[in-house]
């Protein structure tokens, strides 16, 4: 994802003629006030920051000589003029409605379990996801009775082994799974896999990673996907930024372009999504 959010700004600041000096903090507080250093003596003069340690942004603010910071998903602190957004409760909203619509034409609402595949309550991010996943699912549906919520379940592995003891415990049919990313649902799938039980179980994911697209393309069980669009933000984010190093107001709040993705759109929106017989 952050790969993905890298080569758009490039191509976004290749676009616009502004030169574009990188810095990767490897996620730590070493690395980032590394790269506040380095990008400090390069002498620039705006910043765009993923950089996810709040107690960092005042002392990064100040050695950079504060100079405008466009923050992307995380708050920069003081020298931040704008924040990139993206609204995981609405991301995780569009998809659970989808998968309660579908609940609800295709059953009635008569469904025996939802599986709910999280990353756990530290993750302020997946669990907005989550939240929002129920609330789209309420619009069209009640919650089961017998609703789970699997924790540590982001990863192919993890979700797949606890999947399996779910599917151990409930029997029948129809089982809703939402994940809050791809590999929690693609590790669901080897769960249904592993215990022989592919018509019993539909899917709901997020990120529409590339992984995931030939799936969304050709399993009728899986109902849908919400696309974040990581690509695109370079041509918001380079854009502000330009505009904020030249004394120019930019909005406080820029949010990122949100897309349910299902089996009827997923290849106008990525065209390169592989074919069902290969």
């Known amino acids: ?31 980032v006030r590394a790269c506040a250093a380095q990008l400090a003596e390069a002498g620039v003069s705006g910043v765009i920051s993923m950089q ?10 100040e050695a950079l000589g504060n100079v405008p910071t466009i923050g992307v998903i995380y708050d920069q602190g003081p020298c931040q003029v704008s924040l990139f957004e993206i609204d995981q409760a609405e991301s995780g909203r569009l998809a659970g409605s989808a998968l309660g619509a579908f609940a609800a034409k295709r059953f009635d609402c008569d469904v025996k379990a ?19 996943y129920r609330e789209g699912y309420r619009e069209h549906c009640e919650l089961p009775k017998q609703t789970f919520e699997l924790i540590d379940a982001q990863h192919l592995v993890t979700a797949q082994n606890q999947f399996v003891e779910v599917l151990d415990e409930v029997t029948g049919k129809p089982i809703m799974v939402a994940g809050v990313t791809e590999d929690a649902i693609l590790g ?17 994911g997020q ?17 849908a996907s919400v696309a974040q669009f990581p690509e695109r933000f370079g041509a918001t984010v380079v854009p502000a930024l330009v505009q904020a190093v030249a004394g120019e107001a930019v909005p406080p709040l ?6 349910l993705v299902t089996a009827e759109n997923v290849r106008q929106l990525f065209p390169d999504t592989p074919a069902c017989d290969t």
């Not at 994802?1 to 507080?29: K, N, Y």
């Not at 996810?52 to 603010?61: I, K, R, S, W, Y």
């Open 1 to 31: 994802f952050v790969q993905i959010i890298s080569s758009g700004v490039r191509e976004a600041a290749a676009q616009a003629g502004v030169p574009l000096l990188e810095c990767d903090s490897g996620w730590t507080r070493p690395g």
């Open 52 to 61: 996810p340690f709040p107690d960092l942004n005042e002392a990064v603010c």
């Open 114 to 132: 939802y599986v709910s595949l999280e990353s756990g309550a530290e993750d302020e991010i997946g669990g907005a996801r989550m939240d929002g």
């Open 188 to 204: 669901a799938m080897g769960a249904t896999q592993r215990r022989e039980r592919t018509n019993n179980v539909w899917y709901s």
């Open 207 to 223: 990120l529409a990673d590339a992984s995931i697209r030939q799936t969304i393309a050709c399993d009728k069980h899986y109902i």
């Open 254 to 259: 820029l949010q990122a372009e949100l897309g």
